[in-house]
């Protein structure tokens, strides 16, 4: 594990105020580099990655990470493992009809972290597909029975400066 990759980390991760994370299962769906399930590996979480390209991990070897090279849209891969995760991460990436999965793979008290692109995103770059665009109050919406922690949706600003438009959630599930 590098200091580069962790220090890329959302900043929604690196800034929440989270119990005692040792020893807790998360999942880090669409991982792409894997920038926030390594920073719960470095925490001492077990962390799955999944992604349908798992290249960008290829030298990470610690006895808490699974990796699974998955793709996740086109039906070859088996349903995500039910009630099995404390917490998962999905950072940019939306496909709807996993988002009961997404739910049953977590353990009753799990905490769910979404942060994606909202519609307003079409109005200032990519991506501009409404299939990968969050509609107002979406996330609130799908998890709705669900404890609220934190819930955002509008411009955030990166690092670089660069504006897009998201919304965020973590809630508990019931
Ligand atoms: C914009 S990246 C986000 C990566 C990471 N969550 C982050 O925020 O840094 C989207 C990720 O979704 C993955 N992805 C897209 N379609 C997928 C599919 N059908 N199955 C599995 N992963 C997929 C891509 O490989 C890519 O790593």
């Known amino acids: 594990m590098t200091?580069?990759?962790?220090?890329t980390a959302s900043s929604l991760i690196t800034q929440f105020s989270w119990p005692e994370l040792t020893g807790l299962k998360v999942l880090d769906l669409a991982c792409g580099s894997g920038r926030n399930g390594l920073w719960f590996l470095s925490q001492g979480c077990e962390v799955t990655f999944i992604d349908q390209d798992l290249s960008a991990l290829a030298e990470l070897t610690h006895d808490k990470a699974h990796q699974w090279q998955w793709n996740l849209e086109d039906g070859s891969?088996?349903?995500?493992?039910?009630?099995?995760?404390?917490?998962?991460l999905v950072?940019?990436?939306?496909?709807?009809?996993?988002?009961?999965?997404?739910?049953?793979s977590l353990k009753s008290g799990?905490?769910?972290v979404y942060e994606t692109f909202t519609w307003q995103q079409a109005q200032i770059g990519r991506p501009r597909n409404p299939d990968f665009l969050l509609t107002e109050n979406e996330l609130q919406s799908v998890f709705?029975?669900?404890?609220p922690l934190h819930y955002f949706e509008g411009r955030l600003s990166d690092a670089a400066g660069t504006e897009s438009?998201?919304?965020?959630?973590?809630?508990?599930?019931?």
């Open 110 to 112: 799990g905490l769910i």
């Open 91 to 104: 950072f940019n990436y939306l496909h709807r009809p996993l988002f009961p999965q997404i739910a049953a």
């Open 144 to 147: 709705a029975n669900w404890q």
């Open 77 to 88: 891969a088996p349903p995500l493992p039910q009630e099995s995760f404390d917490i998962v």
């Open 165 to 174: 438009a998201k919304a965020q959630l973590i809630a508990r599930k019931p």
């Open 3 to 7: 200091h580069a990759t962790l220090s």
